[in-house]
């Protein structure tokens, strides 16, 4: 599944990239994030392969490789179905909120990812749904 906002990384970008922003941190509190908030915000999830997307705007987030749509179900009471390049937004966005007040490095680079990505999701298609799925 390619988002149709933004191109995914190729495979020989996808561990220098995420290491640039993250380092170490991506594999082992990154990654481990989105996977738990995708989880938990559709019973759908069920682990995959994810496309990894770098933004011009120097963002990053991640998608699961698929075409089918999620029914995403939020704490906040947002209930919906997002395209996977909208659930990938909305995860990581999750992801970058609650890693970025752990401070230091991790937290700054993640806040910093936060402000990223919502900048850019303010153009895509769904992002009426993103936004009332984080608020």
Excluded: K
Excluded at 66 to 75: G, I, N, Q, S, Y
Excluded at 109 to 122: G, I, S, V
């Amino acid at each position: 599944m390619t988002c149709t906002c933004c191109q995914p990384l190729s495979e020989s970008q996808r561990i220098d990239y995420p290491a640039a922003l993250f380092g170490v941190a991506f594999p082992f509190r990154v990654e481990p994030a989105v996977f738990n908030i995708a989880r938990q915000l559709s019973r759908a999830y069920d682990g995959g392969l994810w496309d990894f997307y770098a933004l011009s705007n120097g963002g990053f987030y991640m998608a699961p490789q698929t075409d089918e749509p999620f029914d995403v179900r939020a704490e906040n009471g947002f209930e919906g179905r997002l395209s996977a390049c909208a659930f990938g937004i909305t995860v990581c966005l999750y992801a970058f909120s609650l890693l970025s007040f752990e401070g230091g490095v991790l937290g700054e680079t993640c806040a910093e990812q936060y402000h990223l990505l919502r900048e850019h999701m303010l153009d895509h298609r769904e992002s009426p749904s993103i936004l009332a799925a984080i608020d």
